[in-house]
């Protein structure tokens, strides 16, 4: 039997949500959306607007089986320990077609009212693509829920960098180690990262009891979760004791110092604004070999670069290491217990 513990010295607002939401994934073949105007005449407006500051702290995340796998010492705030704010959420049901924020959208409208400059190809390919229907955003279907992450305040509205910067973020792990009769091994120590988020969205699907097969035959439940976001990782630090990376390479005894993931160089970076780009989808799912049910993550894509200008081995500098246009793609995964 496997169980997960959490140990955590803050409660927040943030692990609030977290559980409502895991809480209601089982129940979405039977769930019954509110439209706009259903919803708006319960609170007396189409959708709801959060504006939210926290800081989340766990001392140990615990995942045991015959052995265990922990995570120590985990924190999430802003830049240099501060709180992270400057976070807005935009809940809303979508109606038929209808458009509502989603990805550089923010940008787009300012392009089009001319506070900023339409001659970057970022901008342009933004003005371009959120443009739908007279509006700025995404069209959606009926019963869509539809999470828009953003910030409260963009700053000075003439300023890409002021939008593209105005969340940051501080990621702080201690280790991350397996555990079993053998002992204790160090995965990853003293992870470090700063750097900024980016739009962000979070789509629950209305479609149903559908279903779809993948190209690889495994079948998937129409309503689905999807995760669209953007963020760059200015600096970082971490020790890579023992994992491996994507199952192909092994970078044990490994310290990376200055670690940045951008989207700046390379054929790929038009419509990113220099940010690294992760989308993935999550349903019900069933193998077409299998036949296991469980969780499917598909349609996985991430595109970024990725610079290490200290790459230690051993303890000794061995120079820089660069990845450009590194791209995951093409990636289906079927999660269940054995």
């Known amino acids: 039997m496997s169980t997960l513990s959490v140990h955590s010295s803050r409660s927040t607002l943030a692990i609030a949500c977290l559980a409502a939401s895991s809480f209601s994934f089982p129940a979405l073949a039977d769930f019954t959306p509110l439209d706009d105007s259903t919803m708006a005449s319960v609170t007396g407006q189409a959708g709801v607007s959060i504006e939210l500051e926290t800081r989340l702290s766990i001392d140990h995340l615990t995942w045991t089986d015959e052995g265990s796998l922990g995570v120590n010492g985990l924190r999430l705030s802003g830049h240099n320990d501060t709180v992270l704010d400057n976070l807005k959420l935009t809940i809303d049901i979508a109606g038929e077609g209808e458009v509502l924020p989603h990805g550089f959208s923010e940008i787009a409208r300012r392009a089009n009212a001319g506070q900023i400059d339409t001659s970057n190809p970022d901008v ?57 009769t053998d002992g204790t091994t160090n995965l990853f120590s003293d992870i470090h990262l700063q750097g900024y988020v980016g739009p962000t969205d979070l789509v629950i699907r209305n479609g149903g009891n559908s279903t779809r097969t993948l190209t690889n035959g495994n079948t998937v439940s129409g309503s689905e979760l999807q995760l669209d976001t953007h963020f760059e990782v200015t600096n970082g630090n971490l020790n890579w004791d023992a994992a491996d990376l994507i199952f192909i390479f092994n970078f044990a005894a490994v310290g990376i110092e200055g670690l940045q993931i951008h989207n700046r160089r390379g054929d790929d970076t038009l419509g990113h604004f220099g940010m690294a780009h992760a989308t993935a989808k999550l349903s019900r799912g069933t193998g077409a070999t299998s036949g296991k049910e469980g969780l499917s993550i598909h349609d996985v894509e991430f595109r970024a670069d990725i610079d290490m200008p200290v790459f230690k081995v051993g303890g000794t500098s061995i120079g820089s290491v660069q990845f450009t246009d590194f791209v995951i793609s093409d990636t289906t995964m079927l999660v269940y217990g054995h």
């Not at 390919?125 to 229907?133: E, F, G, H, M």
């Not at 700053?155 to 991350?176: C, K, M, R, Y």
Request: hydrophobic fraction near 40%.
């Open 124 to 180: 342009a390919d933004a003005l371009a693509k959120y443009s739908v229907a007279g509006d700025f955003g995404k069209q959606f279907n009926s019963g869509d829920l539809v999470i828009h992450l953003g910030a409260t305040d963009y700053g000075d509205p003439t300023s890409l960098q002021d939008t593209l910067q105005a969340v940051d973020f501080e990621l702080a792990i201690d280790s991350i180690t397996t555990s079993g």
